[in-house]
């Protein structure tokens, strides 16, 4: 698998400001203190990773009853709908008054990546490196290969699901404090439009790839 491509990948969700670091931000300064930063940001990565997760494991179970070319046609579909939809009409997170709790971020995380299709992302890259094993190939190396190649596919999403929030975490982390301690909210007055054309432009990027592969 291209780790390399899972790294950037969660890089990218992870200075997005619909995804995560601008709540963190907007609660610190609420708050008046970094440690409200700080606190936000876990919870909300663990809703993202389990946004993440939930989409691979879905993908997972499905392609076990759909075959994988009509499985990678719906998906990659999915997503440049999804992804022109978002061309079409973004809108901005609304701060105020917020009194949110480890649980309540975590559901708000979860539900900001579902929606932007952060999971839906990284299927290209998850599906890409599981091709089923040709028949060719599992004849001349028997049947341990083929047990290999059926377990292969779990421990690979395994993986990219854990690098990917790693990567997401690390930067979400970065964006917020550089966000907070240097340069404010102010700052999204002009990054922000340009971040959510560059967001949907990436999900039809996606689509067509898993089209393509």
Same mark, same amino acid.
């Given at each position: 698998?291209?780790?390399?491509? =899972?790294?950037?990948?969660? @890089?990218?969700?992870?200075?997005?400001?619909?995804?995560? !670091?601008l709540f963190a931000v907007a609660l610190g300064m609420q708050q008046g203190s970094a440690r409200g930063v700080w606190r936000a940001l876990?919870?909300?990565?663990?809703?993202?990773?389990?946004? $993440?997760?939930? =989409?691979?494991?879905?993908a997972a179970l499905l392609e076990r009853v759909i075959p994988l070319s009509i499985l990678k046609i719906t998906i990659g579909s999915f997503l440049i709908v999804f992804g022109v939809y978002r061309l079409w009409r973004h809108s901005h997170p609304r701060f105020g008054g917020m009194q949110v709790g480890f649980r309540d971020l975590t559901i708000w995380s979860f539900?900001? @990546?579902?929606?932007?299709?952060?999971?839906?992302m990284l299927l290209?890259? $998850?599906? %890409?490196?599981?091709?089923?094993?040709?028949?060719? $190939?599992?004849?001349?190396?028997g @049947?341990?290969?083929?047990?290999?190649?059926?377990?292969?596919?779990? !421990? *690979?999403? =395994?993986?990219?699901?854990?690098?990917?929030?790693?990567?997401?975490f690390v930067v979400m982390m970065l964006a917020a404090w550089l =966000?907070?301690? %240097?340069?404010?909210?102010?700052?999204?007055?002009?990054?922000?439009?340009?971040?959510? !054309?560059?967001?949907?432009?990436?999900? $039809?990027?996606?689509? *067509?790839?898993v089209l393509a592969i």
């Open positions: 698998m291209e780790w390399n491509a =899972v790294f950037l990948l969660g @890089a990218f969700h992870g200075i997005n400001p619909g995804m995560g !670091w876990p919870p909300i990565a663990l809703g993202h990773l389990m946004a $993440v997760g939930a =989409v691979l494991s879905a539900l900001m @990546a579902s929606a932007h299709g952060a999971g839906f290209p890259l $998850v599906m %890409k490196f599981s091709q089923p094993v040709s028949a060719a $190939v599992i004849e001349a190396h @049947a341990s290969c083929h047990a290999a190649a059926s377990s292969l596919t779990p !421990w *690979l999403g =395994v993986a990219a699901l854990g690098i990917h929030t790693l990567s997401y =966000v907070y301690r %240097k340069l404010g909210l102010a700052l999204l007055r002009t990054a922000w439009f340009n971040l959510d !054309w560059l967001w949907a432009g990436a999900l $039809v990027a996606a689509g *067509l790839t």
